[in-house]
């Protein structure tokens, strides 16, 4: 969803919702709103959004996102205790972060949540690949027109606040193919970086765009290692200045038009005519490459995601006539990852057209109560009556899965085979046909169990 204005124009070109690392590190402010997104699921009980009051949920160990000041603090440590440490010392480094952040407020759960993100696999991990959150040892990060003595008292580790887009979805975004015999990541870097214009674009200082980077993947609910290149490059090598214009640039900013949707290869977007060529056709020209860059960005800035619902809510609203209800569609892993579905489920309508409709989260509680994540407080006013930009749309989901590998539980009555029946009829057939091939299989093992002597007074008879 979402097309290239919203992807390259609202949310890449946008410093206020993907700021570079070196903002994140300088305001704390700005740790606070944008930092993120830690799931406690060590937390059986929620609050309620705007009451108060704690509500006992019925699925178990259904979380809450862990308060911002903290998740901010917790990144904050990691960088400056420049974890995971030299030698052997990160256990007593690993407890030292943990009891700081007990002292900064943070409970049991949450120590244990901070305490699995640093886990020893991450730490052997980090030690093969030499990767220091505060200060790196192999990379060396130059800022344009930065004052030295300003430079010296900066850490530029291996760690950063900034989204870092994959060479793997850099790759398939920008359509590099190469033969499976020679399927090497030089071999893509180079093609991506000539698609980019970086052999051509004399404005960047950095020593290397594509490097290891330390990410944490709010997706996932983990730290990660990734090689790619970080939004703040790519922001520069897409930017056209109007006093002077490069060649360059524009051709980046073309081929990355193209990543996010089916447009001209100059980046416009389609004629009528061109609609035949691409128009119904689910081809890996569509997925998985106009879906890779948007996953590399919202796999770590789960808020994005949230922009991405309030803009296609907004659309559907703003249409002629209005719509009131639609269905979007999601991974199945998406719609099982309970912080993923708490902030799919924070823009329900106010005045919903149907049953059940969606109950807001901790996602939006956060944004209501702590002030986080700004570009998003529009969508979640509790003003009465609610101004137009707030989404007035139903909308419910529809989850993709491998039917091949469906393990359903069998039904127990009658009043279940009925309810079935009438809201899933396709499981239901499915259900029927496959008792119909399970009893001619055990007619035909009866069949041939039976002796030869009974088979011929089967036959006399």
């Not at 000041?69 to 407890?95: K, Q, S, W």
């Not at 060396?140 to 930065?146: C, G, W």
């Not at 490059?233 to 640039?249: D, F, G, H, Y």
């Not at 969606?358 to 996602?363: A, K, N, Q, R, V």
Request: hydrophobic letters at 35%; glycine letters at 4%.
């Amino acid at each position: 969803m979402g097309n290239t204005g919203f992807w390259i124009d609202s949310i890449i070109d946008n410093p206020k919702i993907l700021p570079k690392h070196s903002d994140f590190f300088d305001k704390l402010n700005l740790r606070r709103q944008l930092c993120p997104l830690i799931w406690n699921s060590k937390k059986n009980n929620k609050q309620d959004n705007f009451g108060g009051s704690k509500i006992k949920n019925e699925q178990k160990n259904f979380g809450d996102f862990i308060n911002g000041d903290r998740t901010a603090y917790f990144f904050y440590l990691l960088i400056e205790e420049n974890f995971p440490g030299h030698e052997d010392a990160f256990d007593r480094l690993r407890e030292s972060i943990l009891d700081r952040l007990v002292k900064h407020g943070a409970d049991d759960t949450e120590r244990t949540v901070f305490r699995e993100l640093m886990n020893d696999g991450f730490i052997r991990i980090l030690k093969h690949y030499n990767l220091f959150f505060g200060i790196s040892e192999q990379y060396v990060t130059t800022q344009k027109d930065e004052d030295p003595e300003k430079e010296k008292q900066k850490k530029y580790g291996d760690f950063t606040y900034d989204v870092v887009l994959t060479l793997d979805d850099l790759g398939k975004a920008l359509g590099v193919t190469t033969s499976w015999m020679v399927e090497v990541d030089d071999l893509i870097q180079s093609k991506v970086e000539e698609k980019l214009g970086l052999h051509t674009y004399q404005g960047l200082t950095r020593s290397r765009s594509f490097r290891l980077w330390i990410v944490f993947n709010a997706r996932k609910q983990k730290f990660q290692v990734v090689k790619g290149m970080t939004v703040e490059i790519l922001r520069e090598l897409i930017t056209v200045k109007a006093n002077a214009p490069s060649q360059a640039c524009a051709l980046a900013r073309a081929h990355l038009q193209n990543a996010f949707s089916m447009c001209n290869p100059d980046g416009t977007d389609a004629r009528p005519i061109d609609f035949d060529r691409f128009q119904g056709s689910f081809t890996p020209e569509f997925y998985p490459r106009r879906f890779s860059l948007k996953d590399s960005i919202y796999s770590q800035r789960l808020d994005v995601l949230a922009s991405l619902l309030v803009h296609v809510l907004r659309r559907y609203q703003c249409c002629l006539p209005p719509i009131r209800y639609c269905e979007l569609s999601i991974g199945i892993r998406d719609l099982c990852s309970p912080w993923v579905f708490d902030i799919l489920c924070s823009f329900p309508a106010h005045q919903p057209i149907a049953k059940d409709s969606l109950t807001p989260g901790s996602f939006c509680s956060m944004i209501i109560r702590e002030g986080r994540f700004p570009h998003l407080r529009s969508a979640c006013s509790t003003t009465e009556p609610k101004p137009p930009c707030i989404p007035n749309v139903t909308y419910k989901f529809l989850a993709g899965f491998n039917r091949q590998t469906v393990r359903a539980h069998r039904l127990n009555n009658q009043l279940e085979a009925i309810r079935l029946l009438n809201d899933s009829p396709d499981v239901a057939i499915h259900y029927m046909l496959e008792e119909i091939v399970q009893s001619e299989k055990q007619q035909i093992q009866e069949e041939q169990s039976k002796s030869p002597q009974e088979n011929n007074l089967v036959c006399k008879f």
